[in-house]
Structure formats: structure tokens, C-alpha cells
């Protein structure tokens, strides 16, 4: 199988990430299954994971978690999905990172930081 040309393959990693934003788990698997690379990134850095988890959809999350998402793979701003999702209140999302093996002390703000920021510790306990 031939690699598709750079063009298309950036508009597959705009299209997957936009399906993690949204949360679609069905999807995002039928992407991975068929190929694409569970940490793929975008020019920021960002994988489908931290996409996921910042925007609080855990069945995404929990999802690429099963298919291999490295849950520490920070983005270009050095930032990990733990640390997003609690900056964005998702706490479950929080809770289903940590269960899965989360560096609390990877990234800039780190995980631990940010949950002392906004009050949020007790989730990472």
C-alpha cells in the first residue's frame, strides 16, 4: 500500500482530530483499526487523546486509551491530557487518565500543578 501524498494526509489528521473533539469513539477506532497511527499529531502537537480529554468526551478517551494512546504524549506547548482535562474541570476524564497511568508530574504546568491551581488535587489522590 502507497502512502498517501502529504495533502491528504494532513486533511486525515484534521478530520480525526475533529472527530476526537467531538468525541466520536466509533470513529476515531475505525480510523486507528484501519491504520492511522493512535498518536498521530497535528502541527500544535496535539494527538486525538489530548483532544479527547480536554474536551471532556471519556468515551473517547477511554476508547484510544484501549487501542494504545500513550497518555503522556504532550503537545507542542509541552502540555500532557491530564493536565488539560483538568484545567478544563473534566474530572472524570481526570480520574479515567490517572487510572490509566498518567504521569501527575509530566508536562508544563505538570498535572499536580494544575490541579493545586484550581483546587483539584483530591483527583489526583
Known amino acids: 500500500?502507497?502512502?498517501?501524498?502529504?495533502?491528504?494526509?494532513?486533511?486525515?489528521?484534521e478530520m480525526a482530530m475533529e472527530l476526537a473533539r467531538?468525541?466520536?469513539?466509533?470513529?476515531?477506532?475505525?480510523l486507528v483499526?484501519?491504520?492511522l497511527p493512535v498518536d498521530v499529531q497535528d502541527e500544535q502537537g496535539n494527538t486525538m487523546l489530548m483532544l479527547a480529554a480536554y474536551h471532556g468526551r471519556l468515551e473517547a478517551v477511554e476508547r484510544l486509551v484501549a487501542?494504545?494512546?500513550d497518555v503522556d504524549l504532550r503537545n507542542a506547548r509541552d502540555q500532557s491530557p491530564i493536565a488539560g482535562a483538568l484545567f478544563k474541570g473534566e474530572d472524570e476524564v481526570v480520574v479515567a487518565l490517572r487510572e490509566a497511568g498518567a504521569d501527575?508530574?509530566?508536562g508544563t504546568p505538570?498535572?499536580?500543578?494544575?490541579?493545586?491551581?484550581?483546587?483539584?488535587?483530591?483527583?489526583?489522590e
Open 22 to 30: 467531538q468525541g466520536r469513539a466509533d470513529e476515531l477506532e475505525e
Open 104 to 106: 501527575l508530574d509530566a
Open 110 to 124: 505538570s498535572a499536580r500543578a494544575t490541579a493545586a491551581m484550581f483546587g483539584r488535587a483530591h483527583l489526583l
Open 67 to 69: 487501542l494504545g494512546a
Open 1 to 13: 500500500m502507497e502512502p498517501l501524498p502529504e495533502e491528504q494526509t494532513r486533511a486525515v489528521v
Open 33 to 35: 483499526t484501519r491504520g
